[in-house]
């Protein structure tokens, strides 16, 4: 099992850019979260989608950022136009369904720095 | 709601034991903690239900005290491989997964 694909591992961009992070969730697991951390508000939870429908958006910061699960096999997270404080590492994670016992599992994130 | 955890850091010898507090003001159907090393992503160590129990693994155990919004994990003999940020997830019924701020633990040898 590959484990939960991020991609970019890295990503520099000029303020007033798109960005686009995309997550390639495991296969089988039907919940998908995206995670932001910085040092300053650590692990907030942006959106949640169960069976690729998103279930709480309610952590998404403006509306300059939008997510995205058009199949089970891939999500984005969208920012656009990026500013400068949106620098953060995100974190896509899932697990198998939204009321399983099981943890939920990370990829490795995205460090987004915005110039 | 995030949750909150208690205390912030702290500095262990090899061996030795330290508790990390973790509470809730809203109801939980779980507790999940998590163990970040620097610059990698957090990594599941166990879950909690609802139920009062306790789980072990390894030297790493935790507690879920239901009526309290409660949770306490244990590092018992500690490692130098322990070391690390320990974060708390609290999941109510709308199972979404709340992080607390984390707690950096450092072991000495």
């Not at chain 1, 920012?79 to 490795?108: L, M, N, W």
């Not at chain 2, 990594?43 to 306790?54: D, V």
Request: with cysteine; charged share 20%.
């Amino acid at each position: 099992d590959a484990g939960v694909i991020q991609s970019p591992r890295h990503e520099v961009t000029e303020m007033g850019q798109e960005v686009t992070l995309r997550c390639k969730p495991i296969s089988g697991h039907n919940s998908l979260f995206w995670y932001r951390q910085t040092m300053m508000r650590g692990l907030e939870l942006l959106i949640y989608f169960n069976n690729n429908v998103p279930i709480d958006d309610s952590g998404m910061p403006e509306d300059r950022f939008s997510a995205k699960m058009p199949n089970a096999s891939f999500s984005t997270l969208k920012i656009q136009p990026s500013e400068p404080r949106d620098s953060a590492v995100y974190f896509c994670a899932t697990k198998p369904d939204r009321a399983s016992t099981h943890g939920i599992v990370f990829g490795s994130g995205t460090r987004l720095t915005v110039v | 709601q995030q949750p909150v955890q208690s205390p912030q850091a702290v500095i262990l010898r090899e061996g030795e034991d330290a508790v990390i507090n973790c509470s809730s003001s809203k109801a939980l159907y779980s507790v999940h903690w998590y163990r970040q090393k620097h610059g990698e992503a957090p990594i599941f160590l166990m879950i909690l239900l609802k139920g009062g129990e306790q789980k072990g693994h390894d030297k790493i155990s935790a507690s879920f005290n239901e009526k309290k919004q409660q949770s306490s994990l244990y590092l018992t003999a500690s490692q130098l491989s322990y070391s690390g940020t320990y974060f708390c997830g609290t999941e109510g019924g709308d199972y979404k997964l709340s992080f607390g701020a984390g707690t950096t633990v450092t072991v000495r040898a």
